[in-house]
């Protein structure tokens, strides 16, 4: 199976900041990745998929951007709703797999 | 806009099996290109997909659950469901069932609210 490792596990950021969530797999997933935002109690929502297209109505400020394994997603200007967990997602090859999660807390 | 919602006990006895139903509306659960999906997510943890039906009935499995695990679809009623055999406790999670998108990226764009089941006795 291709493990997706997320980094950091958590942070925490004040509205306004920029912040980033990276995911590395395990081995060449082409730009087959994906990008979800979690919040308590709900489903994961889909924010960018092949790495780096904004699924549609999610806001300009989320983007993606890939470096060989490593896959980097940014929020610029953080707003108090962007809280939440990130958990990215390949599909390059069976069984899909997702990162284990970034804790994104608004101070 | 297409909606998945899921359906079916909250509480399973260890040893038993589960039986999950989800309900698409707002779409068809015929139209080419989307696999029909199941995900669940133990409490705390992370995300972990299950499998897929395509509407023509092709399936695939996690092959750590390949052998417990039967999806199936049902397009007159435009539910599919998932039945996973042997219940243990570490079964016990939120599952969702989903709608993947698998041209060109696959990516799961509509997801039920979920719904979690227990295994107890």
């Known amino acids: 199976d291709i493990q997706m490792t997320q980094s950091p596990s958590s942070v925490s950021a004040s509205v306004g900041d920029r912040v980033t969530i990276t995911c590395r797999a395990s081995?060449?997933?082409?730009?087959?990745l994906a990008w979800y935002q979690q919040k308590p109690g709900k489903a994961p929502k889909l924010l960018i998929y092949g790495a780096s297209t904004l699924q549609s109505g999610v806001p300009s400020r989320f983007s993606g951007s890939e470096s060989g394994t490593d896959f980097t997603l940014t929020i610029t200007s953080l707003q108090p709703e962007d809280f939440g967990t990130y958990y990215c997602?390949?599909?390059?090859?069976?069984?899909?797999?997702f990162g284990q999660g970034t804790r994104l807390e608004i101070k | 806009q297409v909606q998945l919602q899921e359906s079916g006990p909250g509480l399973v006895k260890p040893s038993q099996t589960l039986s999950l139903t989800c309900t698409v509306s707002g779409g068809s659960i015929t139209s080419g290109g989307y696999y029909w999906t199941w995900i669940r997510q133990r409490p705390g943890k992370g995300l972990e997909w299950i499998g897929y039906?395509?509407?023509?009935?092709?399936?695939y499995y996690t092959p750590s659950l390949k052998s417990r695990v039967t999806i199936s679809v049902d397009t007159s009623n435009s539910q599919f469901s998932l039945r996973l055999t042997s219940m243990t406790a570490a079964d016990t999670a939120v599952y969702y069932c989903?709608?993947?998108?698998?041209?060109?990226?696959?990516?799961?764009?509509?997801w039920g609210q979920g719904t979690l089941v227990t295994v107890s006795s």
């Open positions: 081995q060449d997933i082409s730009n087959w």
């Open positions: 997602q390949q599909a390059n090859s069976f069984p899909v797999t």
């Open positions: 989903a709608r993947a998108v698998w041209e060109l990226h696959p990516r799961f764009d509509s």
């Open positions: 039906i395509y509407n023509s009935g092709s399936t």
